[in-house]
């Protein structure tokens, strides 16, 4: 391959990492220099680090964080054992799984919106979960409007959005398992259970890696089904971080404190997802 | 365990998963089809009756399409096809420009774009208000469409792709004096119809299910796409139930009639950029 | 150790049967190859064997039991497959060792198993590699260890040499004839290389279309086989085929010949159609032979020569010469089948027509 004209490469070049620079790499540093500044009476001035300085001791601030947190250790570890379930049957050779395979997909042409609205009328008091639970004898649940039950019904519609595509990553992670290394597995004698734990998790480690380090990106940043479902509420237990900071900058008008606080979630993304990263690739050296 | 009845479990486990996807929907469905005042019928106590579209209707769509949800329709179609082309074009080309030429920088380049699509949209989507008010495209369909264009993803794929394509095609065409744009459009661009499928794909469905930017960029809400229009439509109309989930199957549909004979090339471009990326 | 004994195995995919009833005794000890051109179902009859298929109808007995319901763990049998299927993220040792540990041997005599195997396939230095560091041929071993190690009834190999270069293929053959004869173990072999099958088998069978064409030892298929197919599968380059007819008087008319040959077989009908097979090294360029061909290639070798020529029936002949040739392209030569190690074989049928 010898070295191209630069006419050449800038054409075909220059439209896409233009693209991605103003539109990517810009914002990311207007979003830094931006919360430095603070807007007193529609005057923007320049602020210092005040903007941090005073989410340190903002309570609304520590209580979203919190709820972001928590909402991340559940949904996170359980989107993605789901995922890997769900692959698991996918991948299976049974009369008849082609049809459940797109059964399996179908999540996945649904937007969240489009879920969160299905599910919202689902779960009214009055709606089709709390029928079928009263045929068993329990409920009706509030599951949108109690501050116990809110939470967790975003996180089972998210899940339910979510699983599925992130189960298509995993497939392709156990189809890239040649069938040999499992049937030597299953002539030594390993169990269905063996085989799971020995060969095919940590063959599946990059993908597994990649998957719950995707999903963590996506979860800390999920917005709409709290914009549609909750509000933040009931009473703030469903504000997670992106939607303070929204409320902040669009509601507010304080893009200051929604910048420092875009700024933080990142940042603290960036920090999980290396410590993922560091736990789970040094694993299979410490093995030897 | 004997056999057979593992390969019960195994399918009543299947059935379970399948049950739990599929009944909302259908729910949503059959409801849609329902007057508003028979929704919540047949729930409580529960018969399988409520299973069924019955009294069956199409008021609902009906209405929807009186509340302007065709010209919703219309814009999101508008705004996802630009994009896609668009970004057929340049992120193709760009993909192309990695796989085959060389440039002092390249590896680096490339690394910064394939760390681009690691950073979800959300993350950017406040900051990236502020650089298109400065450009003057808050409310102005631009604003909806040219952010979106190049993506780092897209761009990936299509380098993965060329990248694997033998250099001998370029070469012998090279020696039988194609120039780049020719050799690009005649040998490469029918090579990559899968991966075109794949990246297309993505873009569309990126934009039919972009909610927080378009909330973002149209204040005005003159111009609604679909995911926006869904969710004003249920801050208005909040309990006519038959309206919303008619909203949502139109919304579902539309991807899904792409999705469903071209899962395949989703599937195959999603599962690929997973394994190397 | 034992032996092993098919009885009238199927096995079909949907409607395709891939094996149609397959009858072989294998004894303690033996090495048996399976050979047969690609799609002829080898493979599947050692899957079938291994239970990594379910049979279809028929039986599998190895020792003393049948094993067809068994699960593959507890056949007694140990397979090497054709992409070696190590264990990538496992070290040698623990490749090695996995069957032992998942089925829970003493530490000790797993330890013991390991070094004997390792020693024995000169692994010792290579155990705390993982196969990513290995070269073809040292893969090849480990995956020969993890199935010693195992203490198998039966070894299976499915191709297990193709992976590798030629020069390290025909090393590997000679380990692996080696490893037999100190083993003495019984061992199933498949192959589509007649070369590995001639040298390495106590016994062939040649598949052909999930059906066995012929079971016999290398040399015995090779000299007396019983139809085309065989005759034909065996050899390089392969047997001779002249189509020719009976005439009244028992001799034989290749097509396209004015010439008539001796039969090799007395009391044939007349006018019936028949091959006459004969092979490269047998036969005879003579200056006065009966039949006529036009050169078309020389191949000198050095040792052996070889001759294509070109017969009347637009049919290319191949002779293999042990003095060296010096005749042009387009020459005619005049050739003899000499009757004594010409076959015989119905055009019809293919079956060999024996005295």
């Known amino acids: ?288 | 365990m004997p056999p057979i009845l593992r390969k019960a479990l195994i399918y009543l486990a299947i059935a379970a998963v399948a049950f739990v996807f599929v009944l909302p929907l259908w729910w949503a469905i059959l409801s849609s089809f329902r007057p508003n005042e028979a929704i919540f019928r047949d729930l409580f106590p529960f018969t399988p009756r409520a299973l069924w579209p019955e009294p069956f209707t199409l008021d609902a769509y009906v209405a929807i399409f009186e509340r302007g949800f065709g010209t919703i329709i219309a814009n999101t179609l508008l705004v996802a096809g630009l994009t896609t082309a668009l970004g057929l074009i340049v992120n193709g080309l760009a993909g192309y420009a990695f796989a085959l030429f060389e440039f002092p920088g390249k590896s680096a380049v490339l690394g910064i774009v394939v760390v681009s699509f690691m950073l979800p949209f959300e993350a950017i989507a406040m900051p990236l208000y502020s650089v298109v008010s400065q450009l003057g495209w808050i409310d102005h369909v631009a604003a909806l469409v040219v952010p979106s264009v190049a993506n780092g993803l897209a761009v990936f794929l299509f380098y993965q792709f060329f990248q694997q394509v033998p250099k001998d095609y370029y070469e012998a065409a090279r020696l039988e004096g194609a120039g780049w744009l020719r050799i690009l459009w005649s040998v490469y661009v029918p090579l990559s119809l899968p991966t075109c499928i794949s990246a297309g794909l993505m873009l569309f469905i990126f934009q039919w299910e972009a909610f927080l930017w378009p909330l973002l960029a149209m204040p005005a809400q003159q111009f609604k796409v679909i995911q926006v229009g869904m969710a004003a439509f249920q801050d208005q109309y909040t309990t006519a139930w038959n309206q919303l989930f008619g909203a949502a199957v139109i919304t579902a549909l539309i991807p899904m009639l792409l999705l469903i004979p071209l899962q395949r090339y989703y599937v195959q471009g999603l599962a690929g950029s997973g394994i190397k990326g | 150790m034992s032996g092993l004994e098919l009885k009238g195995l199927r096995k079909a995919f949907g409607l395709t049967e891939i094996i149609s009833g397959v009858d072989l005794k294998i004894a303690d000890g033996e090495l048996v190859v399976f050979v047969g051109p690609s799609g002829c179902g080898k493979s599947t009859l050692l899957r079938l064997i291994a239970g990594l298929e379910n049979v279809t109808a028929g039986q599998i007995v190895i020792g003393d039991h049948d094993v067809t319901k068994v699960d593959p763990a507890k056949r007694g049998v140990a397979m090497v497959f054709q992409s070696y299927a190590l264990f990538p993220h496992m070290t040698v040792r623990q490749n090695i060792g996995f069957g032992m540990r998942v089925n829970r041997v003493p530490k000790p005599e797993a330890a013991a198993r390991l070094e004997k195997a390792a020693a024995l396939l000169q692994l010792t230095e290579l155990l705390d590699r993982r196969p990513a560091q290995l070269s073809g041929g040292q893969r090849q071993r480990v995956a020969i260890g993890r199935a010693i190690v195992r203490e198998p009834d039966v070894f299976l190999f499915d191709e297990p040499l193709s992976n590798l270069d030629a020069e390290l293929r025909v090393q590997m053959r000679g380990e692996l004839a080696a490893l037999h004869a100190r083993l003495g173990a019984t061992m199933i072999y498949v192959t589509h290389d007649q070369v590995e099958a001639m040298t390495l088998a106590d016994r062939i069978v040649v598949l052909r279309a999930g059906r066995v064409e012929q079971i016999g030892a290398p040399l015995d298929l090779y000299d007396d086989p019983d139809n085309l197919f065989v005759a034909g599968f065996l050899g390089s380059p392969r047997m001779n085929f002249l189509t020719a007819e009976v005439q009244p008087d028992g001799r034989l008319r290749p097509n396209g010949y004015a010439a008539d040959l001796p039969s090799p077989v007395g009391g044939l009908t007349p006018g019936r159609r028949v091959v006459l097979g004969c092979r490269p090294e047998n036969i005879e360029i003579t200056d006065d032979g009966a039949l006529t061909a036009s050169v078309k290639t020389v191949e000198q070798l050095g040792a052996s020569t070889f001759v294509h020529a070109d017969c009347a029936s637009s049919v290319v002949l191949a002779a293999e010469l042990r003095q060296r040739w010096s005749l042009k392209n387009q020459t005619t030569l005049r050739f003899n089948l000499p009757t004594a190690s010409t076959q015989l074989f119905d055009a019809d049928t293919g079956l060999r027509i024996r005295q």
């Open chain 1, 1 to 288: 391959m010898n070295r191209s004209p630069i006419p050449l490469l800038v054409l075909t070049l220059a439209p896409a990492l233009l693209g991605l620079a103003v539109f990517r790499a810009y914002p990311i540093g207007l979003a830094l220099y931006e919360s430095l500044y603070t807007t007193i009476g529609g005057e923007r001035v320049f602020a210092g680090f005040d903007n941090y300085l005073m989410l340190l001791t903002d309570v609304g601030f520590w209580k979203s964080l919190r709820v972001t947190l928590w909402f991340n250790l559940i949904i996170n570890p359980l989107q993605v054992a789901l995922a890997l379930a769900l692959a698991l049957v996918f991948v299976q050779k049974l009369p008849g799984m082609a049809f459940f395979r797109l059964l399996f997909l179908i999540p996945i042409g649904i937007s969240l919106p489009v879920a969160v609205i299905i599910w919202r009328i689902v779960l009214l008091p009055e709606g089709f979960l709390n029928g079928a639970l009263g045929i068993v004898g329990l409920g009706p649940y509030r599951f949108l409007t109690s501050p116990d039950f809110a939470l967790y019904s975003i996180i089972a519609i998210a899940t339910w959005k979510g699983i599925s595509y992130w189960m298509i990553f995993l497939v392709g992670g156990l189809q890239n398992i040649p069938p040999e290394i499992n049937e030597a597995a299953r002539l030594e004698g390993a169990s269905p259970w063996q085989r799971l734990w020995l060969i095919t998790l940590p063959l599946l480690r990059p993908t597994l890696l990649f998957v719950l380090v995707a999903d963590i990106t996506i979860n800390f940043l999920l917005f709409a089904p709290v914009f549609m479902l909750t509000g933040g509420g009931p009473r703030g237990s469903t504000n997670v971080l992106m939607y303070e900071a929204y409320k902040s900058g669009f509601v507010f008008g304080d893009m200051g404190r929604a910048m420092a606080i875009v700024v933080c979630l990142v940042a603290l993304l960036l920090v999980i997802v290396a410590i993922q990263f560091r736990l789970l690739s040094s694993a299979p050296k410490e093995a030897k």
